[in-house]
């Protein structure tokens, strides 16, 4: 099947239309603040199951186990690291069991 020059135009013009419209929404508003955006990730990361985060490291290592490996020797030799590490699983812990206090009380 023949791609004709009518239809790579057509391609074309709608592949700019909608980078036209994308454009205009990003320029609409703000992009987020870095406090925003971190935010985000850790609201992202509490609603992460123990489960999905095991099934995230097995794939990584599946996928690169040297990677892995590698991560472990860094976190390793930097104890800031760890210790922050360590104070934002707390933090999310402590969050987590909070609603989960909350909801109880409410039901």
């Not at 929404?25 to 990730?41: H, Q, T, V, Y």
């Amino acid at each position: 099947m023949a791609i004709t020059r009518r239809t790579l135009a057509i391609a074309a013009a709608l592949a700019a239309a909608a980078a036209a419209a994308l454009l205009a929404l990003r320029l609409g508003r703000e992009p987020p603040s870095d406090e925003e955006r971190i935010r985000a990730l850790f609201d992202d990361a509490a609603r992460a199951t123990s489960a999905q985060v095991h099934e995230l490291v097995r794939y990584v290592q599946q996928s690169n186990p040297q990677l892995v490996t590698q991560l472990f020797d860094i976190l390793a030799r930097d104890t800031a690291t760890i210790t922050a590490l360590g104070a934002s699983v707390a933090a999310l812990t402590v969050q987590r069991l909070a609603a989960a206090q909350g909801r109880r009380r409410e039901d």
